[in-house]
């Protein structure tokens, strides 16, 4: 009898021990799949965003557009002030007439002089040939005053540079704009990518042509990508330079430290902009990143190479 319960106990143990070291083993890859896996809940929607300025001064004479509105290359945006702008244009247009008529005026003479050279004087030869060139120059920097005034006429009329949406448009009629003012902002239609921010701890084997899985925060449509391209570089925000050109390096407490996160550029299968918005939110997992090792490291050795990551 004594012998029986003694067995029952030692088997009792084994089961307790085995459950034990099983269940530790399932949670170590659990927790190596949540910190090695190449997934983030980090990521936005993006898309090619063009800022639009104005390249004059004046008031906006007529909006063209509405807000969200979907708009075609070449279409008109807004106006500015475009009859000041042909005023301009004008007056310009008269100096290059004047100067030209003054230029043909004194070419006239310069022939008159060449025929009758003998009767006049050699100082009125010189004087009417500096009379010419001084018109030429000015003729010159009439017409390239004219060239500028038209370039202005043309570019009061604010135009789409791509097909687009049109977002936060904040201009009205009879507002006051100047130059490089950005006005408005165009979401360029077909350009629409993923932006996954990756911690570094899960980059390893993460390379352009890999297939990523998108899925929309508070959806359950399931996107299909390609890993487009890894950002070269991020900020370091460590390390700063003081007034004096000293280094300075921010504290940080030895138990915890942050994995930094580094932009992973996805490319589409599909452009779906009519669904999801540029700076909303997804999960990405991108598959097939585990690259064979070369050496097997044993379990415990991994399980304490996580324990020195905290400090």
């Known amino acids: 009898m004594k012998v029986l319960t003694l067995a029952k106990k030692i088997a009792r143990y084994i089961m307790i021990y085995t459950l034990i070291i099983t269940t530790a083993v399932i949670i170590f890859r659990i927790w190596i799949f949540y910190t090695e896996s190449p997934w983030t809940r980090n990521a936005k929607f993006s898309a090619k965003i063009i800022a639009i300025s104005p390249d004059v001064t004046g008031f906006i004479t007529d909006v063209r557009v509405r807000d ?12 500015i002030d475009c009859l000041r702008y042909q005023k ?7 100096n290059v007439a004047y100067y030209r ?14 025929v009758n050279h003998a009767i006049l004087s050699c100082k009125n030869f010189e004087q009417a040939y500096n009379d010419l060139l001084a018109n030429k120059c000015q003729l010159l920097k009439a017409v390239a005053t004219r060239d500028l005034a038209l370039i202005d006429l043309n570019h009061t009329t604010i135009r789409a540079p ?8 904040n201009v009205y009629q009879g507002e006051f704009i100047t130059r490089g003012s950005v006005a408005v902002a165009l979401i360029q239609q077909r350009s629409f990518y ?5 911690e570094e701890t899960k980059l390893y084997g993460v390379h352009p042509g890999l297939r990523a899985d998108i899925i929309p ?9 390609t890993v487009d391209s890894i ?24 138990w915890v430290r942050l994995a930094q996160r580094v932009p992973v550029r996805i490319h589409l299968d599909k452009q779906l902009e009519k669904h999801f918005v540029a700076g909303t939110t997804a999960t990405v997992m991108i598959h097939g990143v ?17 324990l020195h990551e905290f400090g």
């Open 290 to 306: 585990k690259a064979p090792r070369t050496k097997i490291v044993p379990m415990m050795i991994q399980f304490f190479n996580r």
């Open 68 to 79: 969200n509105q979907l708009v075609k290359k070449g279409d008109t945006i807004f106006l």
């Open 101 to 114: 008529a003054l230029v043909k005026k004194n070419l006239k003479l310069m022939q008159s002089n060449q």
């Open 231 to 254: 950002a070269a570089g991020i900020t370091n925000s460590s390390s700063s330079i003081d007034s004096k050109g000293m280094a300075n390096i921010d504290s940080n407490i030895e």
């Open 88 to 94: 301009v244009l004008d007056k310009a247009q008269a």
């Open 194 to 198: 993923v932006q996954a921010y990756m």
């Open 217 to 225: 925060l508070g959806s359950n449509i399931i996107l299909h990508g």
């Open 162 to 169: 791509s097909d687009g949406w049109i977002t936060n448009l």
